[in-house]
């Protein structure tokens, strides 16, 4: 091979790479929407710890609920092409407690969770996936409605902080969509349970005034503004 067609090959692949950098930026904005899981903290509140606390024979209730079906939703502004900024929002459904088929209580109240939280993200763009990280901080609001099934007509409403750290992975289906293949999240609220299960029947569970969740979340990424 000449010194000339050697130069010629390296000039050809410097080239290729600095088109295929141009094409590999990222985009200015994203929004993202899906699915999501929240694994609450429980803080080990049992059955028995239950019924004790709702005045019920052995056998009423089942643990604490742990998991909660949601969604979660994102809209996210590239600064950079590695950093940016994101608004995450997600919302969480279920009931805090369920009776066992022993049981004849029906009609236990709902809950829902919903978080409101802002931060900066990190990610390592790449042809076809972008593995990225984040810290968010924001607010959480949890509410159940009465406990009217247990003669109880009192019901919990409380907003606390909430701190979001964690990450994920996109795969880029095409220039605009990706599949956000998962994000995990370790997700801290500041409740004061203890308070808050106090509030019902006056009863002191000796809980914590934090709670430590996991929350996944899986959906699809639209890219726009490049």
Do not use: C
Not at 163 to 184: F, P
Request: proline residues 3%; neutral net charge.
């Amino acid at each position: 091979m000449t010194v000339y067609k050697a130069g010629a090959l390296a000039v050809a692949a410097v080239l290729f790479a600095a088109i295929a950098l141009a094409q590999d930026t990222a985009p200015k904005y994203q929004v993202f929407g899906g699915y999501s899981l929240l694994h609450a903290d429980t803080e080990g509140v049992t059955g028995p710890t239950l019924d004790s606390f709702f005045s019920q024979t052995s056998g009423t209730f089942h643990d604490a609920t742990s998991n909660y079906n949601g969604w979660n939703a994102e809209a996210q502004v590239n600064i950079r092409r590695w950093l940016g900024a994101v608004a995450d929002f997600s919302g969480y459904y279920g009931s805090p407690v369920t009776a066992t088929s022993a049981s004849s209580i029906t009609g236990l109240p709902s809950a829902n969770s919903y978080t409101f939280m802002f931060g900066p993200v990190v990610s390592f763009h790449s042809a076809k996936f972008t593995p990225f990280v984040h810290a968010l901080f924001g607010a959480n609001r949890f509410s159940s409605g009465s406990f009217s099934a247990l003669d109880i007509s009192n019901s919990i409403s409380d907003t606390a902080f909430a701190m979001a750290l964690g990450g994920g992975v996109d795969y880029h289906l095409t220039r605009r969509w990706a599949w956000r293949i998962g994000q995990v999240d370790y997700l801290y609220s500041r409740h004061d349970a203890n308070l808050l299960a106090q509030s019902l029947t006056g009863e002191n569970l000796g809980l914590n005034d934090y709670q430590n969740n996991i929350r996944f979340s899986t959906g699809l990424v639209f890219h726009f503004g490049k």
